[in-house]
């Protein structure tokens, strides 16, 4: 799965930026504070990337500025009753650090601030974050076990094709011809547009 991207911004709506890596567009969907923080349009940046498939929606991603907003938004999606919209908004109104002295202090105030958490979730929030680290650690242990620790390119790229609509019989298949033909250096966007090329788009 896709864990960053470097790229220029080429759209920045509301709920969501288009990254031109190399010539792909990737929407990734980001909170306010970060939408806020990104770049002007044309300028390069970096963002950490989040990526969840399900089969209602296939493959979203959801980016960040920084290292410790990604690994706060994977621990709480991993409670009940937290999906991706809760998790952006309580990072909207506090910071990972903010985040962890307000589950210290049981600040449900400090999280009802969120757009869409209410008292019962705010509780939630503070009883199953207590034993987490927020700001440091390893994102790998929260991950969905299916979720290979170190991706190959291979994958990153098919995981880029899959994202642009590519049925992923089809993204595998030209992905592992293009990484035979380029060899084990291949780049990430290399194979991407080698994939893109095989399938005539």
Known sequence: MIGRLRGLVAEIGEEEALIDVAGVGYVVRCGSRTLGHLPALGEE????????????????????????????????????GVGPKAALAVLDVLSPAELVGAVAREDKAALGRANGVGP????????????????????????????????????????????????????????????????DDATIPALIKAGLQELGR
């Open 45 to 80: 940046t970096v963002l950490h990337v989040e990526s969840i498939w399900s089969e209602a929606q296939g493959l979203k991603l959801y980016g960040f500025l920084g290292r410790d907003e990604r690994r706060a938004f994977v621990v709480m999606l991993a409670i009940q």
């Open 120 to 183: 019962k979730l705010a509780l939630r929030l503070i009883t199953e974050l207590k034993d987490k680290q927020l700001t440091d650690g390893p994102v790998a242990a929260f991950h969905a076990p299916a979720a290979p620790p170190a991706p190959s390119n291979v994958g990153e790229a098919v995981a880029a094709l899959l994202g642009l609509g590519v049925a992923e019989i089809n993204a595998r298949r030209v992905v592992e011809q293009a990484a035979l033909r380029l060899g």
